[in-house]
Every structure is written in structure tokens, then in C-alpha cells.
């Protein structure tokens, strides 16, 4: 079930508007039907299908204001990118904005996938929403939720869910929640991308081409490839994962590991645990470059460490014996759930190894906010000098509903109603 969460448009809207760099004043376009027409907007009337297409045609960086409620695509025509029929086609930047994941929800009924951003220099940013329910075999490559080749797309607060990229015909089957490729930029920030399935590479993405990845606060849970790395292929330039929880992805085969890098990927202070293993492979030694993150898991190849990190139950991932630390103890880590802040952790235990972890002197600060927004370092065990903890998330000593009935950490609640 789709959770609600309202949200005020983001401030990384300035960083949009820097990319484009665009000197003339945006226009609002304001969706008020949730059907699929197509007859072109008018005061009275406009769909998400017309107002992306009045934005494709302006020469100003237009925003689009979605309401609550789900707009369902009907129009039946995969592999056309007119955006009169199948997905959503984006030839323009545009900025679409929604009430909230669960609240506003973008869903294909599996006509095609859900959106689509072509061109170079096009920036599709999506906030507030949930996407869901991309992917058919006509549809080409693959994506089911988002498809980005040569332009940017930038995700903030949305869930990315429930998409599919299915394998046969002129379909690749990879990138089941989203697939970059071709000097792309792929940017996720306080948002969820679980249960994608891909039916060959990359269930949650799959980046590819000379394409980045930047993933902050967020979550890639209980995607599915079935050739191989069911939360993230990625054979691009440069990759960056930081707080941030990778949980519960799976495939049947172990070829590519849950995350598979050939190019150069950092994690930097990440939560991984339940994915199938190898949880991190890659086509090179020193490719993954691992900082204060949990491996509850096995590696298939040696990276760099920067320090801080803790691998369990094992010592497959290359780590410093003097900087890291490998063990056999259980990281004591509780379920996947809303423990406050956008997105789903796993919040450990007071008294997990986790926890107030003392390493020795250069293994890097922690100098900003976990993936809940709690700053580092916090005072876990009550009257003691806070130290980091290790993974995404920083115990606070006193969390109510320790036993994971409700959230603890109420500093990034929002107190606005959906």
C-alpha cells in the first residue's frame, strides 16, 4: 500500500534552474483531470499528457502542478515520442510537482512506461509523486518507470515503484524502475525505488554509457532482475550513493551480485543488508570505494576503504583491518520502516555493534545529517560524547517506540496533512 507523505516543492529546484540555465521566467502549468486527454489545454481544462505538451513546445523552463489523486495514461501506442500516445515524452525541461508520494500518483496500467526524457540538455524533474506501473514489451530499451537518455532526470521525494522492464521484442529488459544511458544524469534524492522488476539487468536502474548516478537519502528496496543486479547496474562514469538504505533485493542468479559497478562507485555512509550475495560485485578490484557503510552481506571483489565501514559475517570486501571492522556479530538491525524522515530505514538497536563505533584517528568525520535528517554525531546512549554511528542511520538516545511500532525521530515530520 502507497504511503502518504506531503511536501512543499524542494529547494534542489535551484539546482534545476542552474542546470538550465535559462534566463526567462518559468511559466505554471496546472493539471485539474487525472484522465488521459489529449484535445490541448485549456482554462478550463488540462491534463498531465496536455500540459507536457504545451511545456515541450515553450522556450521557458515550465513547471507543471499536479493535483491529488491518480492520473491514469490510456492512450495505447508504446514507441511513439510525439507524447500523443503511450508514455509521457519530454523533449523540453520541465519540472512536474506533485502533493506527495501517495498522493499524487502517475500509474501506465502497463500501456508503456511512465515517462520518457529525450534529448540532450533536457532536465525532467519529478517531485511529490509516485510512479508507478511503467513497462511493456513494445516500449523499447527499458526504464519502466523513467527512461533518461542524453538529457537528466532529477527525482526528488517520489516513489518509484512497481514498474516492470520485461525482456523480448524490442524491449532489453533492464532498468525496471529506471534506466540512464548515453551520457545521462541520474539524480534521487528523499525517495524510494522498490519492488521494479527487471527481466534481465538492473530491477531497480540501470545505468549505462557514460551515465552518472547520485542517489542521497534514499531507498532501494525489494527489486527483482532476474539475469542479475536487482537494485543497481551501473557501467557509467561516476557513481555516488550516500545515506542511504539498499534492503531486500533479489535474484535468482549471482553472476552480477545485488549491486553491480564497472566504472567507479562511492558509498558513503549506506545501510546494505538482505540483498542476495555477492551484495556488491564488480568487473574490477578498487571500483567500490566504501566509507562508514554496512556490508550485512558478502562482496564478490575487493574495493577501497576510507574507513568506518563494517562487514558481517565475513571479510570479502577488502576492508582495513585497522580502519574497519569485520566480525561475525549480527548487526542487530530492525525492520524496514518509517523511523522518521522521508524514506524507510533499518533504525539498529541500542545496543547493536553499529552503534557508537570507536575507529581510529583519520577515519572520516560524520559531518552531515543522516538519512532521516538527524544531525551526526548524536548521543545514543545518554550522557556520553556522541559519536557516529555506522550505515544510514544515527541513534538518538530516548527514540520512542523502540520496538518499531511507530516512528521515533519526529525532527523530520512534516506537519502539513496531505
Not at 192 to 198: E, G, I, L, Q
Not at 270 to 283: A, E, F, M, V, Y
Not at 373 to 380: E, I, K, L, W
Request: glycine content about 16%.
Amino acid at each position: 500500500m502507497a504511503k502518504s507523505r506531503a511536501v512543499e516543492p524542494s529547494g534542489c529546484i535551484v539546482f534545476l534552474l542552474l542546470l538550465l540555465a535559462s534566463p526567462v521566467s518559468a511559466m505554471n502549468l496546472y493539471v485539474d483531470r487525472l484522465d488521459d486527454e489529449y484535445n490541448g489545454c485549456s482554462m478550463e481544462s488540462c491534463s498531465l499528457r496536455e500540459a507536457i505538451t504545451v511545456a515541450n513546445g515553450s522556450d521557458v523552463y515550465d513547471t507543471i502542478i499536479l493535483p491529488a489523486g491518480t492520473v491514469e495514461l490510456s492512450r495505447v501506442g508504446a514507441g511513439e515520442d510525439g507524447n500523443s500516445t503511450g508514455d509521457l515524452d519530454i523533449t523540453r525541461s520541465v519540472t512536474i510537482v506533485g502533493k506527495g508520494p501517495g498522493v499524487s500518483i502517475v500509474d501506465a496500467n502497463y500501456l508503456d512506461r511512465v515517462f520518457h526524457i529525450m534529448g540532450s540538455g533536457v532536465v525532467g524533474a519529478f517531485e511529490g509523486m509516485t510512479i508507478t506501473r511503467g513497462g511493456n514489451l513494445a516500449m523499447g530499451d527499458g526504464g519502466g518507470g523513467i527512461y533518461v537518455s542524453h538529457g537528466t532526470a532529477v527525482i526528488l521525494r517520489c516513489d518509484v515503484v512497481d514498474n516492470v522492464s520485461p525482456l523480448g521484442g524490442i524491449t532489453s529488459g533492464c532498468g525496471g524502475g529506471i534506466q540512464a544511458r548515453t551520457g545521462a544524469v541520474l539524480w534521487i534524492e528523499d525517495s524510494s525505488v522498490r519492488s521494479n522488476v527487471a527481466d534481465n539487468l538492473g530491477g531497480g536502474m540501470f545505468v549505462n554509457n557514460e551515465s552518472s548516478l547520485h542517489v542521497l537519502r534514499s531507498t532501494i528496496s525489494q527489486n527483482h532482475a532476474s539475469v542479475g543486479a536487482p537494485a543497481v547496474y551501473f557501467q557509467g562514469d561516476t557513481g555516488q550513493i550516500n545515506d542511504s538504505t539498499i534492503s531486500g533485493n533479489f535474484t535468482g542468479s549471482l553472476d552480477y551480485g545485488s549491486i553491480f559497478v564497472s566504472g567507479s562507485m562511492t558509498l558513503g555512509f549506506c545501510t546494505l543488508t538482505g540483498n542476495t550475495d555477492p551484495t556488491i560485485k564488480s568487473s574490477a578490484a578498487n571500483s567500490v570505494t566504501l566509507g562508514r557503510t554496512i556490508i550485512h552481506g558478502q562482496c564478490g571483489d575487493s574495493g577501497i576503504s576510507l574507513g568506518g565501514n563494517i562487514e558481517t559475517p565475513g571479510n570479502t570486501c577488502g576492508l582495513s583491518p585497522l580502519n574497519d571492522l569485520m566480525t561475525s556479530v549480527d548487526p542487530d538491525l530492525g525492520p524496514l520502516g518509517l523511523f522518521g524522515g522521508l524514506t524507510e530505514t533499518h533504525r539498529p538497536s541500542p545496543t547493536s555493534v553499529v552503534v557508537d563505533l570507536i575507529f581510529p584517528p583519520g577515519v572520516p568525520d560524520c559531518t552531515r545529517p543522516d538519512q532521516r535528517g538527524v544531525p551526526r554525531p548524536a548521543d545514543s546512549s545518554g550522557g556520553a560524547t556522541p559519536l557516529c554511528d555506522v550505515g544510514a542511520v544515527e541513534l538518538i538516545h530516548g527514540e520512542i517506540f523502540l520496538d518499531g511500532f511507530e516512528c521515533g525521530y519526529t525532527g523530520s515530520w512534516s506537519s502539513e496533512a496531505p
